[in-house]
């Protein structure tokens, strides 16, 4: 199974700064990445997948970079509903794996 | 619109069998595929397994043993037994929507203890 090393765990920042999120995957993956959004009490949302394509309603200050093994999320300008947990998760291959998340908060 | 509902037992004994539907709406079982992915208490996600739009399944092979993924269409229900519960299987339950290997909706989620 692909392996997906996720940093970092933890990250605290304020409204309007940029922060970005690592995921390593243990082999080769092409473009196959995507990036969920995760918040108490709201399903996960699908922010991008392959790499850089936003999902549908995915705000622009969003955007994903990668190929390989090394990928990143930034969000720029943070808006206060971007604070929350995020996973990437491998779609290049069965069985699907996940990173062990970030949880991004408030500075 | 679509949508996921999780259902099922909050508190399962330890030894017994968890038995959880996921209902949508908004797509066709026969177009899409369904993930269960699950969730422990303040760790991460763990993909289960996939029912596909044809009805055919792929099981994570650590669960595999104790797992089964069902459908019926008629009722846009798709299910998941785990049989042999131990305390590590308590975890938020969740069924996502598969969309091209990517899960692009989700249920909320369906919260189960294993306790006795």
């Known amino acids: 199974d692909v392996q997906m090393t996720q940093s970092p765990s933890n990250l605290a920042a304020s409204p309007g700064e940029s922060v970005s999120i690592n995921c390593k995957a243990s082999k080769s993956i092409s473009k196959y990445l995507a990036w969920y959004q995760q918040k108490p009490g709201k399903a996960n949302k699908l922010l991008i997948y392959s790499g850089s394509t936003l999902q549908s309603g995915t705000p622009s200050r969003f955007s994903g970079s990668g190929s390989g093994t090394d990928f990143t999320l930034t969000i720029r300008n943070l808006e206060p509903e971007d604070f929350g947990l995020y996973y990437c998760q491998q779609h290049n291959e069965y069985p699907p794996t996940f990173g062990a998340g970030t949880k991004l908060e408030l500075k | 619109q679509v949508q996921l509902r999780e259902s099922g037992p909050g508190l399962v004994q330890p030894s017994e069998t968890l038995s959880l539907t996921c209902t949508v709406s908004?797509?066709?079982?026969?177009?899409?595929?369904v993930n269960w992915v699950r969730q422990p208490p303040g760790k991460g996600l763990e993909w289960m397994g996939t029912i596909w739009n044809d009805g055919s399944t792929d099981y994570n092979s650590a669960l595999k043993s104790r797992l089964s993924i069902s459908r019926d269409t008629s009722k846009s229900q798709v299910f998941l037994k785990i049989n042999s519960l131990q305390t590590e299987d308590t975890a938020i339950y969740l069924c996502?929507?598969?969309?091209?290997?990517?899960?692009?909706?989700w249920g909320q989620g369906a919260s189960v203890t294993v306790s006795s």
């Open positions: 908004g797509f066709s079982l026969t177009s899409y595929g």
């Open positions: 996502a929507r598969n969309e091209n290997d990517v899960m692009d909706a």
